[in-house]
């Protein structure tokens, strides 16, 4: 009934989820610098070099260092090799979709020079089989304006699946950051002021981090469901009664709203993707052989 399985799995499209990959690993590779740098460094030398009042001016320095560091290029950085990856993988999702190019938006489709020089190592390494078939196969059996619907919908369930789980454990290790000092305080039977000085102190940035990550990720996984939910309310309705290109115009919103929130949300690590992927997969393909079942029972086809 469409092309969809078959598109997907072309050497320009494998190139491209490639590509995407990646660039998003380089994404992550800049967040964990600023990990590093902005949490962890703090602690390591809070601990290190708090019984050393010489050096409190020069900790202050790197301090404010890092500070800069983070502010105008990691930041940078991240938000580059982001948006560069955003765009591969959206070219990806049109092509493969057949939406159009959303050139009002983010303007040029990314170079194909681009595109081939970060995918090569990743393919000579790694091979194809790990991003074959993005999307099921059984999506072949629907019309292409109800079969991208769907895959939107794929797109929308998997990425807030893994993030709730990710919220999850964030929120797990700010809550033991929080209890911990407590207990080291009661072990130690550390009075008020080494409480704070010698056990939260060091934790804080840490603790901070944690607490900005859920929140963030709590907000994307927001904008997720919410626009979840209006997809879900697309195929709740009588499907044989909406024409083609009301279709191909909630399609095209609702990809309009992937990609702002892939442009805006911070990733989630690929340790992290890579634990949950084969349960999360198999719970996608599930899920996505019952709604084209149901949508081929309401078309009657």
Known sequence: MNRIPNVQNEAAQL??????RVLHGKEKRVVFAQIILTA?????????????????????????????IDALLLDRFQRHFRKQAVLVQELFDTEVLAL???????????????VAAESKNYIIRHGTNSIHSWY???????????????????????????????????????????????????????????????IIAPLLPVMLWSIREATRHRAALQHTED????????????????AQPKLEQYARSIQDGILWARLTTPPVFDWFYRLFRRSNEEKLKKGTARLVEDVIRKLNI
Not at 40 to 66: D, E, H, T, Y
Not at 104 to 114: C, Q
Not at 175 to 180: E, G, H
Not at 228 to 237: A, E, P
Request: hydrophobic share 50%; net charge neutral; with cysteine.
């Open 15 to 20: 190139e491209r989820l490639a590509a995407q």
């Open 136 to 198: 099921p196969e059984i999506i072949g059996d629907l019309p292409l304006p109800w079969a991208r619907i769907v895959c939107q919908r794929s797109n929308l369930w998997y990425d807030a699946t893994l993030r709730r789980r990710y919220i999850h454990h964030v929120v797990l290790l700010a809550a033991i950051l929080a209890m911990a000092p407590f207990g080291i305080s009661l072990a130690k039977r550390a009075g008020a002021e080494e409480l704070i000085l010698t």
């Open 40 to 68: 962890i460094v703090p602690v390591i030398l809070s601990n290190c070099l708090s019984g050393q009042p010489w050096v409190r001016a020069r900790i202050a320095f790197c301090a404010a260092v890092i500070a800069l």
């Open 227 to 242: 626009l979840k939910k209006f997809v879900n309310g697309v195929l709740d309705q009588d499907v044989a009664q909406l």
């Open 100 to 114: 159009e190019w959303p050139s009002w938006h983010v303007g040029d489709r990314p170079d194909p020079e681009t």
